[in-house]
C-alpha cells in the first residue's frame, strides 16, 4: 500500500504538470479543471501513502529523513491544490508540483521507515514542531516559485517577447500578490518551528546542533523576505529575487548538512 499509493502521487503530480504545460506545446488554454483534479488525486494518494506509513510504525511519520522528505513534498502539494485551486489559475503547477514529484521520489528511495518517536507530551511537542516547520518551508517554495515566475515573464516583456510565457503565466500583479502572502506565511509557519524546536531542546536537553543552525538559516531567510515586504517597502522585482535566492540558499544548506554531517537527525 505505502509505497504503491507514492507512486500513485508521483504519476499524478507529473501528469499535473504535463496537464498544466499544454499551453507551450499548442496554443491551447490551460485545463484548470484536469490540473487541480490531477493535484487533488495525487494529495489523496499521497495522504493515504503517509496514513499507512503511520500506521505501520504506531506513528506520525515525521521523523527519519524519508518520512521527512515525504511529509514535506505533501505539505508543498496540499498547498499548492490550495492556491490553485482558489486562484482558479494552475502557472504555479510548472514549478512547484515537479518539485514534489522530486522530493517524494526522494523519500520513496531513502525508505518510509520513522525513528522511534518520543511518547505522550514530548512526542506532542515534536510533532507540533516539525509540523509547523513544514509548513512554513512550503509557503516558501511557493513564494520562491511565484517569485522566479515573476522573474521569467518580467524579462520577457522587457523583450518584447509574447510567447507561450506571456499568455499563459498570470499577470505580474499576481505573481507578485502570491509571493507576498506565501512569504508572510512562511515566516509565520517558520518562527514558530524555530521556537518550539528551542524550546523543545532546553526543555529535554536534546539539541541537535545541525537540525538548529538549518533551521534557524531558513528562519533568517525567510525573516528578511518578509520583514522586507512588510516593513522595508521592497518592490515585487526586489522580492521575487530575494525569495529565490534565499530559497536555493536553504536547500543548498540543507544539502551540505546531509552530505557532511552525521546521519540520523529528527527531520534532517
Not at 130 to 150: E, K, Q
Not at 188 to 208: E, H, W
Request: hydrophobic content about 60%.
Amino acid at each position: 500500500m505505502t509505497p504503491t499509493a507514492h507512486f500513485l502521487a508521483i504519476a499524478l503530480y507529473v501528469g499535473a504538470t504535463a496537464l498544466a504545460a499544454l499551453p507551450f506545446a499548442r496554443p491551447v488554454s490551460a485545463p484548470v479543471r484536469w490540473v487541480v483534479a490531477a493535484l487533488a488525486l495525487g494529495v489523496a494518494a499521497h495522504g493515504a501513502g503517509l496514513v499507512a506509513v503511520a500506521r505501520v510504525a504506531g506513528q506520525a511519520p515525521l521523523t527519519g529523513l524519508g518520512p521527512a522528505l515525504s511529509f514535506a513534498a505533501f505539505v508543498l502539494a496540499a498547498t499548492l491544490l490550495v492556491v490553485e485551486a482558489a486562484a482558479r489559475d494552475v502557472s504555479l503547477t510548472l514549478a512547484a508540483a515537479p518539485l514534489a514529484a522530486v522530493v517524494t521520489v526522494a523519500a520513496t528511495f531513502v525508505g518510509l521507515q520513522p525513528m522511534l518517536e518520543p511518547q505522550g507530551v514530548r512526542g506532542a511537542w515534536l510533532v507540533a514542531h516539525i509540523a509547523l516547520s513544514f509548513v512554513g518551508i512550503a509557503a516558501f517554495a511557493t513564494a520562491a516559485a511565484a517569485g522566479t515566475m515573476y522573474l521569467i515573464e518580467r524579462r520577457e516583456l522587457k523583450s518584447r517577447r509574447f510567447g507561450a510565457i506571456f499568455r499563459f503565466f498570470p499577470p505580474l500583479e499576481t505573481l507578485d500578490r502570491v509571493n507576498h502572502i506565501a512569504a508572510v506565511g512562511g515566516w509565520l509557519g517558520l518562527t514558530l518551528g524555530v521556537v518550539l524546536a528551542a524550546a523543545y531542546s532546553v526543555a529535554y536537553r536534546a539539541l541537535d546542533v545541525p537540525q538548529m543552525v538549518w533551521g534557524t538559516g531558513a528562519w533568517l531567510a525567510a525573516s528578511a523576505l518578509a520583514l522586507g515586504r512588510l516593513l522595508g517597502g521592497w518592490q515585487a522585482r526586489r522580492a521575487a529575487w530575494v525569495s529565490s535566492l534565499a530559497f536555493v540558499a536553504v536547500l543548498v544548506l540543507y544539502l551540505a548538512f546531509r552530505v557532511a554531517g552525521p546521519s540520523g537527525g529528527q527531520f534532517l
